[in-house]
C-alpha cells in the first residue's frame, strides 16, 4: 500500500513555498515517521477488531473458533494467532511516498487472504487527516 499526504490548504502551500529548503531537509523524515505511524494506525485498529471503515470484523468460522479456544486464543477475530504476520507489517520512503509492506511473503501471504474476507490493510479518511496533521507539524 503507497499513500501520499496531500493538503488542499492555501496557508500549508503558502507556508511551503517560503520554506522550500526546510521542507526539502524535513520532509523524507517527516514522510519516514508518517509511514510508521500508518503501520500502528493498522495495527491498533486490527488490534481492536475492526475494518478499515471501522465496522467489526465478520467472525471466524465455527471450525476456526474451535482450533483458537484449543490452542487458548480468543474468538474475537482481531487477526492475531502469533503475532508474525502484523509484526511483519513496516514501511518504507521512497521519493515522496511511504510505502506500507510486509517484510516476510508468507505473511503477505496471510494478509492478501485475510484482506479479501475482513478489510484490514488499508487506511480510511480519518486516518489521512491524522497523518497530514503529523507529517504538517513535523514540517514546522
Known amino acids: 500500500m503507497n499513500f501520499k499526504v496531500t493538503s488542499n490548504s492555501k496557508q500549508v502551500d503558502l507556508w511551503v513555498k517560503r520554506n522550500v529548503e526546510q521542507v526539502r ?5 517527516a514522510m519516514k515517521i508518517a509511514g510508521q505511524e500508518a503501520v500502528n494506525i493498522i495495527e491498533d485498529r486490527t488490534a481492536t477488531g475492526r475494518e478499515i471503515g471501522l465496522i467489526r470484523f465478520k467472525p ?4 476456526y473458533s474451535k482450533f483458537r479456544r484449543e490452542k487458548g486464543r ?8 502469533s503475532g508474525r504476520m502484523l509484526g511483519s507489517m513496516t514501511s518504507k520512503v521512497r521519493k515522496n511516498t511511504a510505502i506500507i509492506y ?20 488499508g487506511l480510511n479518511r ?3 487527516n491524522v497523518l497530514s ?3 504538517f507539524k513535523r514540517l514546522k
Open 25 to 29: 531537509k524535513k520532509a523524507p523524515r
Open 60 to 63: 471466524y468460522s465455527a471450525k
Open 74 to 81: 480468543g474468538k474475537k477475530p482481531d487477526l492475531q494467532f
Open 102 to 121: 510486509f517484510t516476510r511473503a508468507a505473511e503477505a501471504k496471510k494478509a492478501a487472504m485475510n484482506q479479501k474476507k475482513r478489510p484490514f490493510f
Open 126 to 128: 480519518k486516518d489521512i
Open 133 to 135: 496533521d503529523s507529517f
